[in-house]
């Protein structure tokens, strides 16, 4: 029985990692392919159910989600360490459990008067609402409480059927490295300083692929990446002349606030 497991779960990770394969070399071939971030965040609070929802509706070909660990290990959607900004609590999302920061309710972001009585969202939520509009999801991992976490993230993407389909990124590479242990799933290395060194370990990464502030995204840095067959994400861009700009340079994905796919 044991044997016949492993065999499973073996030839089920190389059935993922042809998935993933196949996706990235499509995203090759559509540049500028539009994430939400943090969901529809321009028209409903940042990271709650309802953005992600309008993301899906508008067409995105991913929404983008802040990930935590509670105390309990649940994954949770919050772009800051703590509930303050965004919502009627105070402290550190991994100081509550999950029972405990469900209580509290999102309070802060656009037209929130429209959306009431707002819980913060699982994780598991976010990529059921993915995977209902087929969108990709894209998680930033922001805090995690132990090693554990990783098998509890890439047991979900699995049990959700979205380990092929999501995205997950991380400006903390040795993050990173500790999901690759457990899963094949694509990942991104985030980076407000990007060099040829981090599309290096990126490849080092496998399966793997380079986010960048787009005031970063220059020619040598996006040939360098191409060259080495990196995707490339640039974020947060909102000026539709930029967009355009990075189309026509060849970035494979574009993460914003405001822009919408039809644009």
């Excluded at 990709?136 to 092929?164: C, F, G, H, N, S």
Aim: with cysteine; charged share 25%; hydrophobic share 40%.
């Amino acid at each position: 029985m044991i044997i016949g497991f492993i065999w499973h779960q073996d030839i089920s990770q190389i059935f993922v990692s042809r998935q993933i394969e196949q996706n990235r070399e499509e995203a090759f071939d559509n540049a500028g392919l539009f994430i939400a971030h943090r969901g529809a965040s321009s028209l409903a609070p940042e990271n709650s159910l309802p953005a992600f929802r309008l993301a899906g509706e508008y067409g995105y070909w991913g929404a983008e989600c802040d990930a935590s660990v509670t105390k309990d290990g649940v994954w949770v959607l919050m772009h800051d360490q703590t509930v303050d900004r965004m919502t009627n609590g105070r402290g550190p999302v991994g100081g509550f459990t999950l029972e405990e920061i469900r209580k509290f309710r999102i309070d802060a972001g656009a037209n929130g008067r429209f959306y009431t009585d707002l819980q913060v969202p699982t994780l598991e939520e976010f990529l059921q609402i993915c995977k209902a509009y087929d969108m990709t999801p894209v998680v930033e991992i922001k805090t995690v409480q132990e090693d554990a976490d990783y098998d509890t993230l890439a047991t979900l993407l699995r049990q959700t059927q979205m380990e092929d389909r999501a995205v997950v990124l991380c400006f903390d590479d040795q993050k990173l490295q500790k999901l690759r242990e457990v899963s094949p799933v694509q990942m991104m290395l985030l980076s407000n300083r990007p060099s040829k060194a981090a599309v290096d370990r990126v490849l080092e990464l496998e399966n793997c692929d380079l986010a960048l502030e787009y005031r970063h995204c220059s020619g040598a840095l996006v040939n360098y990446a191409k060259e080495k067959g990196i995707l490339l994400n640039v974020y947060t861009v909102d000026d539709e002349l930029i967009c355009r700009d990075l189309v026509r340079r060849g970035i494979n994905f574009i993460t914003t606030n405001l822009l919408r796919p039809e644009a």
